[in-house]
């Protein structure tokens, strides 16, 4: 992670901090992307586990650097891209490491956030991001100089909801009826999906279908809510007209795709929802289509799997 260092007219301190948690290097890194064109990697830690390691602070060039304290804080925080500025941090843990003086000499403090608790699971977003991490604050007179870094937590919380079939009829009248039936309501993140569409009716010329999984990520409240859809995959599932009587299997392996599990109403700031998005396209290029939401969780054997085939599509 960079160094963010607090700036006062073009004067910062001549401090380099350097955070180390316990045992990282025997910890499972998760790569996840942190902007557009970015991607860095982070120690996955889960519910309950302890946050320790060592900050090393380093005085560039001999220099002496006064400070008013220092300290260490384990933050968890929901970022809203829309009220930048304005973070909410929902968990917050702090440790003084040094009362007020001089940094002459190269300095190792150690940190030790006991069986913190870590009730929701990271998620970068496209308008909401939500973070761990420890945050080092050097104590200054005109200017702070601070440093984060940040860890990745997963979750296994199983849904409550049911996992009944979905079985739907849609159509337009005299014209067109479907019937869609997928196996299961939820799926864990290395599942797969097994469909069948039936056609009861077609007195329109169709060119193809196809299934996508979407996205919905919802932030904030009214009146200052904002509703973002990214399409994850997309596959054609038949080409051609199909005719009364038809069935059109469908085989979805959800291992190869970068999915998060189901996240509603997250400390009231944020959800993010899957679902299955039947298109149909006729030869006037008119599309038809239906919605389901789904739900996606993960099990502890989600990250026990190191590879999975990345077969998509239909069999």
């Not at 007179?141 to 049911?162: N, T």
């Amino acid at each position: 992670m960079v160094l963010a260092v607090s700036n006062l007219f073009g004067l910062s301190a001549p401090i380099d901090i350097d955070v180390r948690f316990r045992d990282e290097d025997k910890r499972k890194m998760i790569e996840a992307k942190v902007d557009k064109d970015r991607r860095e990697k982070f120690p996955l830690y889960f519910d309950g586990e302890t946050v320790a390691g060592k900050i090393n602070i380093r005085v560039r060039d001999g220099k002496r650097v006064e400070h008013n304290g220092i300290k260490v804080e384990f933050v968890g925080s929901i970022e809203l891209f829309y009220a930048r500025g304005h973070n909410y941090e929902f968990r917050t843990m702090q440790q003084e490491l040094a009362m007020p003086g001089e940094l002459r000499n190269n300095t190792t403090f150690d940190f030790d956030f006991k069986n913190v608790e870590k009730q929701y699971e990271s998620y970068h977003g496209i308008n909401v991001k939500l973070r761990y991490f420890v945050r080092v604050t050097i104590q200054r007179r005109l200017a702070d100089v601070v440093k984060e870094q940040d860890i990745w937590v997963h979750s296994y919380v199983m849904p409550a909801d049911g996992n009944n079939s979905i079985k739907m009829e849609v159509g337009i009248e005299d014209a067109l009826h479907i019937e869609f039936e997928y196996n299961k309501s939820r799926y864990h993140l290395k599942d797969v999906i097994v469909g069948k569409i039936y056609f009861l009716l077609v007195r329109i010329k169709i060119k193809y279908m196809e299934l996508s999984i979407i996205r919905r990520e919802t932030t904030g409240a009214p009146p200052n809510q904002y509703n973002e859809s990214e399409t994850i995959t997309k596959f054609e599932i038949m080409d051609g007209a199909p005719v009364r009587g038809e069935t059109i299997p469908i085989r979805l392996f959800l291992g190869g795709f970068e999915l998060t599990p189901t996240f509603r109403d997250v400390n009231m700031k944020f959800s993010a929802r899957y679902y299955l998005n039947l298109v149909l396209v006729d030869e006037e290029n008119r599309r038809y289509f239906k919605q389901q939401e789904i739900t996606i969780f993960r099990r502890q054997a989600d990250d026990e799997i190191v590879e999975e085939p990345t077969l998509t599509g239909q069999v």
